[in-house]
Structures are given as structure tokens and as C-alpha cells.
């Protein structure tokens, strides 16, 4: 699975990397580092993608199968 | 007046069959209310038209409250209180619509961004200590006095540069500007006082640092000064007006939901036992904090073009308020929408807002909260809501605060 931040969607709520910062860090406003660049989710974070997935506030968040 | 003036505004006007209402939401209510009535709006109709002042729309589900979020261009931010389309005050960056906006939200993310507040956390912390050190003995407090509005005050204060003992004046002001934000005639001559005395304080901050070669570390008015907007530097009025404006929105709105969380805290102890016991729960008791106990009643944006939005005509100028604390507990968004369910995992309110205009503050207001559950509970462990009070909020006009809430409990030896 693959995740992705949509960076014209995302306003920085935060919640994607309390969630998974082993996947996701914030830059010095708050907004994820890596915007519309896909990463790869380890098999035993899936949980974690999918639920920082429905937690984003703007649905910023999109998830990939393989 | 504003009756007559309203019937004639909207006599003649098509409202497409939508419910007709006219109600002042700035009234006081016994605590709770607010919500209740949010649910009684949602569950009657997905969109009223409330006569009350120059008249606007009210929608009250969480598919509708997102779209006006999420179409700024459609859904100005000029005013965001309904009842007055053209405010005394103007917020920035908050009534600040794109493309200005976000060069101003980038001079001041920073400073409330995740890793600022990081860095604050200890100083914080110690801040909260001494404010539940300080009420821990006598074994009783009003919450919302003691505690719930000066640790906020304090943390701010501190995360701009400025001593933590100039948080009386801050509070008072805090107090009388938001005693006339629903709109009470009343009010209104406390508030414009209060806004004289910020924008004064700052004035003079201002004046202070103005002329320095470098910004003073950790001091936001100097950072001010130094920054630049389209590569010119920002007039007074404008660092006048983002200041004012930090100081209204951070202090009152995490005051309100700190009273929220501590009164739920207070009368369900198995969540206190569980959060002593599960600490890592902390921060998602907070989120659901900010989902059930939404302290914004409604937002309000001006429309900016004639459009068909959710069954009815709105025309360029109208007012709508989008029910927040309604769409927050709308059944259509959430599992169990009606309950607080402390470790909820998928929770995409909108009690930050959403959108371009999502709170910035909103890291600073949830380290907050997390903070203070750690800290209360270490030392105040059990607690009650002192038996015989009646607790009443602030009507939705501004944010919902509780008044008062006095809470009780055993002090050892």
C-alpha cells in the first residue's frame, strides 16, 4: 500500500503525523514534508495509514493498494 | 428595530419553502443547550432561514457546513458573524480572503506550528503546575476563573514573548470583548472599550521595538516588524489587527473547551480512572473533546456570488452560518455520533474548522488540554461538581463557555 498527501486539499490539521510519524513528518508550519509524493506503508502501519485516512479533517489523505 | 428592519428584507424575497425562524442564538442557557437545540435545527430541516437581524441562512448538517469550508471563494470570510455583516472589527488574517490570506498565515504558522509548541512544552507545563498547585489545597474552585482561563492566557503570553504576569489585563479584556460579540447593545460599549485596550497594549509593544537592527528572540510583535508581505514590510494597522486578533481567538476558545472537558471529567469517573491509567488516550479524550463539546455554535461567511446551494437561492451579500456543533454530531458523519467515545479513532471534526481558515492556534489549544488533564489529574485526581450548582454557558453568539463551574473535592491530612 501507498499513501499520499494531497497538498491542495491539506491545511495542516496535524492529525496524519500524531498518528504515524514514522511515515509522516511536519515541516516548521505544521504541513507535512512530503505533499503529492507517494510513500510507501510498511505492512504493520496499514492500520495506522488507514486510520490517519479517516481522521484527516479534509480528506487529504489517499491510500494506494498495490 | 432589527425586527422591522429584517421583515423588509426579507418580505418579497423567495426563500425557496426552507423553515422560517427568529431566534437570537446570544442569550446565556443552562449548560448543554446549545447542543440540543444544534440537534433539534439538524434533525427539522437541513436549512432555516433565521429573521433575526438583517436575516440569514442557517445549515445545519455536516455535508453543507463542509462545502462552505471548502469553497472559500464562494463563502467569504469578510464577516464570519452572521448577524453582522460589516463588524467593527476586522481580523487578520482571519476576515482576510485569498490570495492575501496565506502570506499572512505564513508569517505567523510558524510560531503556533507543532514543533513551537514542542519547544514550549516544558514552560508550559510548569506554568500549568503552579496553577494546580495553587487551587489544590483549598479543596474547591470555580474551574472556569481559576484555572481554565488564566492557564491559556499564560501559555500564550509565553509563546509570544510576553510576561505571563501581564495575564489579568489580558483576561479582563478577554471577558468584555466577548460579552458583546452576540450582538447585546449592552455589551457593546464594554467591548469596544476592550478593543481600544488591546489594540492600545500593542501599540505601545510596538513602539517599543520598533527601530531595532534584529528581532528579539521568541518576541512576536518584534518578529512583526521584521517580516515582510509581497516584499514590503506590514503596516501597523496590519500588525495591530493579526495581534488583536491572536489574543481574542486563543484565549477564550480553549477556556471554553477546558470547562467542556473538565465538566465531563468531573461527573464520569470511570474516564478519569481511564485516562490516569492509559495516558496515551490523553490526546484522543481531547479530540473527541473538541468533536462533542464543539464550542463553536455556528460560523458564518458572506456569499459572495447569486448560487443554488443545497435547495435554496442565495444571492451575493446574504449571510450563511454553517451549524458546526450540529454537523459535529450529525449521525451521517459519525458512528455514534451522539455519544463521547473517549477513544474514538476516525474523527474528522471540524471544531478546528476546515478549510484555508482552520484554526491556527489549534496545535497550542490541543497541547494545552492535554497538558492540563495530565497535570490536574496527578495532583487532583477525583473530583466533583460542587452539589447544588447550576451551571449555565455563554449563549452561541460568541464561542460556548460555561460561566462558572465549581468543582469540589477531598484534600488529604
Known amino acids: 500500500m501507498r499513501l499520499v498527501v494531497d497538498g491542495a486539499v491539506c491545511m495542516g490539521h496535524g492529525r496524519c503525523y500524531a498518528l504515524v510519524p514514522e511515515l509522516i513528518e511536519c515541516d516548521d508550519e505544521g504541513y507535512p514534508t512530503l505533499r503529492d509524493v507517494p510513500i510507501d506503508v510498511p505492512g504493520d502501519l496499514v492500520d495506522f495509514a488507514e486510520e490517519a485516512a479517516g481522521t484527516c479533517p479534509e480528506a487529504a489523505i489517499r491510500l494506494i493498494a498495490d | ?413
Request: one cysteine or more; charged letters at 25%; hydrophobic letters at 40%.
Open chain 2, 1 to 413: 428595530v432589527t425586527d422591522m428592519l429584517s421583515r423588509a428584507a426579507t418580505a418579497g424575497r423567495d426563500l425557496g419553502g426552507c423553515p422560517v425562524l427568529h431566534r437570537d442564538f446570544a442569550p446565556a442557557q443552562p449548560a448543554g443547550c446549545h447542543w440540543e437545540l444544534a440537534k433539534e435545527l439538524r434533525e427539522g430541516s437541513p436549512v432555516y432561514f433565521n429573521t433575526f437581524a438583517q436575516g440569514y441562512w442557517i445549515f445545519t448538517r455536516h455535508e453543507a457546513v463542509k462545502e462552505i469550508y471548502k469553497q472559500p471563494e464562494i463563502f467569504s470570510s469578510e464577516s464570519i458573524t452572521p448577524w453582522q455583516p460589516d463588524p467593527i472589527y476586522r481580523f487578520v488574517p482571519t476576515q482576510v480572503d485569498a490570495p492575501d490570506h496565506i502570506k499572512y498565515r505564513r508569517i505567523l504558522n510558524p510560531w503556533f506550528g507543532p514543533r513551537a509548541i514542542d519547544a514550549a512544552e516544558d514552560r508550559m507545563r510548569d506554568l500549568c503546575r503552579r496553577l494546580v498547585d495553587e487551587v489544590a489545597p483549598a479543596g474547591r474552585c470555580d474551574f472556569v476563573a481559576d484555572f481554565g482561563l488564566r492557564f491559556p492566557t499564560e501559555a500564550f503570553l509565553s509563546m509570544i514573548g510576553i510576561p505571563p504576569a501581564e495575564a489579568d489585563r489580558f483576561v479582563r479584556w478577554v471577558e468584555d470583548f466577548f460579552g458583546g460579540f452576540g450582538g447585546d447593545p449592552e455589551g457593546l460599549a464594554a467591548m469596544t472599550a476592550a478593543l481600544d485596550g488591546i489594540r492600545a497594549y500593542w501599540a505601545q509593544a510596538l513602539d517599543e521595538r520598533r527601530g531595532e537592527a534584529e528581532p528579539r528572540e521568541g518576541d512576536l510583535a518584534s518578529h512583526l516588524l521584521h517580516a515582510t508581505f509581497d516584499e514590503r514590510p506590514l503596516t501597523g494597522t496590519e500588525m495591530l489587527d493579526m495581534l488583536t486578533v491572536l489574543v481574542l481567538a486563543g484565549l477564550d476558545t480553549t477556556r471554553g473547551e477546558l470547562g467542556y472537558l473538565f465538566r465531563h471529567l468531573a461527573e464520569r469517573p470511570e474516564h478519569r480512572r481511564l485516562l490516569i491509567e492509559r495516558p496515551e488516550l490523553i490526546p484522543t479524550a481531547v479530540e473527541e473533546t473538541l468533536r462533542y463539546y464543539t464550542i463553536v455554535f455556528g460560523d458564518g461567511r458572506k456569499v459572495t456570488r447569486d448560487l443554488e446551494f443545497h435547495g435554496v437561492q442565495l444571492k451575493k451579500g446574504d449571510m450563511v452560518y454553517g451549524l458546526v456543533s450540529g454537523a459535529n454530531r450529525d449521525p451521517d458523519a459519525y458512528e455514534d455520533a451522539g455519544s463521547f467515545v473517549i477513544d474514538r479513532k476516525r474523527n474528522n471534526h471540524m471544531g478546528f474548522a476546515n478549510g484555508p481558515h482552520r484554526c491556527l492556534g489549534m496545535h497550542l489549544a490541543r497541547r494545552e488540554m492535554q497538558l492540563a488533564v495530565q497535570e490536574w489529574l496527578r495532583v487532583i485526581p477525583d473530583f466533583r461538581i460542587a452539589p447544588g450548582a447550576e451551571l449555565t454557558e455563554r449563549g452561541g453568539g460568541a464561542m460556548m463557555t460555561l460561566e462558572r463551574l465549581p468543582l469540589e473535592w477531598e484534600v488529604a491530612g
